[in-house]
């Protein structure tokens, strides 16, 4: 049983087809049952300005994919998985049951391996959300980029609020 909750982040680069971001990925591991409970989890994601979108008992999308219009907050219910973040050369990383990160805006993500049992809830900040899936083609490289680095800074970590670990990082790369 793991027993405090310890924050992660990982940083990626523009590679001509995916944009990824100057704010790193930020992970929180060891959340807890009681915070990664649904029902407590969707409060808190409220209460903090971030908008439950999706439920998954499949994963992540299994291809390489961004939004560049968004920044997305995923948390591991039940299950493990892995994904692939930054695209094709990116960083793998092994989420599990109490476990969640948040993606930046242009940030690649892909689901790989998964266990039987799995249980995903995905997030937005309040007026964002899935309005732009993409897929990283190069011809779109720069007008993705330009539109993904557009995107504020939410005035809220999904998890701590106004003063949470994901506010601390991403402001000092404003």
Not at 46 to 51: K, S
Not at 62 to 75: Q, T
């Amino acid at each position: 049983m793991r027993s405090s909750i310890s924050v992660e982040e990982y940083f990626t680069f523009g590679d001509g087809s995916v944009p990824n971001s100057r704010f790193p990925i930020t992970v929180y591991r060891d959340l807890g049952e009681d915070r990664i409970e649904a029902r407590n989890l969707k409060n808190c994601l409220g209460r903090n300005g971030w908008i439950p979108d999706w439920f998954s008992t499949d994963g992540m999308y299994p291809r390489h994919h961004f939004h560049s219009d968004a920044h997305e907050f995923i948390a591991v219910l039940d299950g493990e998985f892995t994904c692939r973040l930054g695209g094709e050369h990116g960083v793998d990383a092994h989420l599990r049951k109490g476990d969640a990160l948040v993606i930046p805006a242009g940030v690649a993500h892909c689901g790989d391996r998964k266990s039987e049992k799995l249980a995903i809830l995905g997030a937005f900040p309040d007026g964002f959300g899935i309005h732009d899936f993409r897929l990283g083609y190069p011809s779109e490289y720069a007008q993705m980029a330009m539109r993904a680095q557009q995107v504020p800074v939410p005035p809220n970590d999904p998890l701590f609020g106004p003063k949470g670990p994901l506010l601390q990082r991403w402001t000092q790369h404003s």
